[in-house]
Nanobody, 120 residues
Framework: QVQVVESGGGLVQPGGSLRLSCAVS????????MYWYRQAPGKERALVAS???????RYGDSIEGRFTISRDNSKNTDWLQMNDLKPEDTAVYYC??????????????WGQGTQVTVSS
């Protein structure tokens, strides 16, 4: 059994910063690429950022260099540092990860989501 738990969401004023974290735990053989998605009301879930086990990063189109994803493989944890937040960044942020529970079995696991609200 694998658990993915996000934390760090909350209410922040425009221009502020937040740091989200995502921890993967349980019966883990290997954690591969980790992702952050977000979903605003009435919109589809969209990729925010991803990071491979080797540290290769990719960002969604709307991020514009404001967010940074990082990870610590020894802790099966990643972080999403969000700076210069804008009201349009308001959404539920979800972490997901490609996890192998043994050498041959892998799947994508999702967290429950954490709310980020950017408002004055």
């Amino acid at each position: 059994q694998v658990q993915v738990v996000e934390s760090g969401g909350g209410l922040v004023q425009p221009g502020g910063s937040l740091r989200l974290s995502c921890a993967v735990s349980g019966s883990i053989y290997r954690v591969g690429t980790m992702y952050w998605y977000r979903q605003a009301p009435g919109k589809e879930r969209a990729l925010v950022a991803s990071i491979t086990a080797g540290g290769i990063t990719r960002y969604g189109d709307s991020i514009e260099g404001r967010f940074t994803i990082s990870r610590d493989n020894s802790k099966n944890t990643d972080w999403l540092q969000m700076n210069d937040l804008k009201p349009e960044d308001t959404a539920v942020y979800y972490c997901s990860a490609n996890v192998n529970t043994d050498m041959w079995t892998g799947s994508v696991y999702w967290g429950q989501g954490t709310q980020v609200t950017v408002s004055s």
